[in-house]
């Protein structure tokens, strides 16, 4: 079949939605991992582990289904519009976010599987913060599927939270080493927890990002403390050929 304009979008609609199935797996990924954190459950961690395979695998394939339709739309000389060349760009560079945060969940399981205390409480803001990362995930998912430029700046302002949820879970650690009521291994293991959450989030700010510049066709970058939009001049936006 002659790869046209028509095809090629029929194509990449049905890539798009393969990549944002995936993303709901990789949220189921990472409640899981979170859940083992709480139950201190290391079989459980290890069957998260054991996902990462299928998310591996769905990456491998969604990347080769990506190449084949340029390959085929330039050697059928297909007049793609910069929307659909923004398109097929952005499921390649979100299937490889998709994929970190996948990695993110199993380092979380990981770290359940060797934990040595598993009858310290962590602090509660702890589960404030892995919920509030799986909702972002779960709004990048969203964005993503609907091509939702307005989702995906909400995206972006969450980021903010979850960083002060670390903040005061770091500190909270430090506290309870000093005066005993927790372990340096624990502290140990939750940092890395933590600082595997907020990668899962900056993955997701990331993939909103390239929500809007294909929705759009403006780039938006963290600066200064804030998240800017940056038009490109003499670019189509959405609707542009």
Request: hydrophobic share 45%; proline share 2%; charged share 25%.
């Amino acid at each position: 079949m002659t790869t046209t304009p028509e095809v090629f979008a029929e194509r990449l609609s049905s890539i798009r939605t393969t990549l944002a199935d995936q993303g709901e797996a990789v949220r189921t990924m990472a409640d899981r991992a979170f859940e083992s954190v709480y139950a201190r459950d290391a079989d459980a961690a290890r069957a998260v582990i054991h996902m990462d395979d299928s998310v591996d695998e769905a990456d491998l394939a969604i990347e080769r289904a990506a190449v084949d339709l340029l390959a085929e739309a330039t050697r059928d000389g297909a007049a793609l519009s910069h929307k659909q060349l923004r398109g097929v760009l952005t499921c390649v560079k979100v299937n490889n976010e998709m994929e970190r945060i996948a990695d993110s969940a199993s380092s979380v399981a990981e770290s359940v599987v060797g934990l040595k205390d598993r009858t310290t409480p962590l602090p509660k803001t702890t589960r404030v913060m892995t919920n509030s990362v799986l909702g972002i995930i779960g709004d990048t998912v969203g964005c993503f599927r609907t091509l939702d430029a307005g989702k995906a700046k909400v995206v972006l302002a969450s980021e903010g939270a979850v960083l002060s949820f670390a903040s005061l879970i770091l500190r909270d650690a430090e506290e309870r080493v000093a005066d005993g009521r927790m372990s340096v291994d624990l502290a140990f293991d939750l940092h890395e927890i933590t600082s595997q959450a907020v990668l899962m989030a900056d993955h997701c700010t990331n993939i909103a990002e390239q929500v809007i510049f294909e929705a759009t066709g403006a780039v938006v970058r963290h600066r200064e403390g804030a998240w800017v939009e940056l038009p490109q001049p003499g670019r189509d936006g959405a609707d542009g050929a």
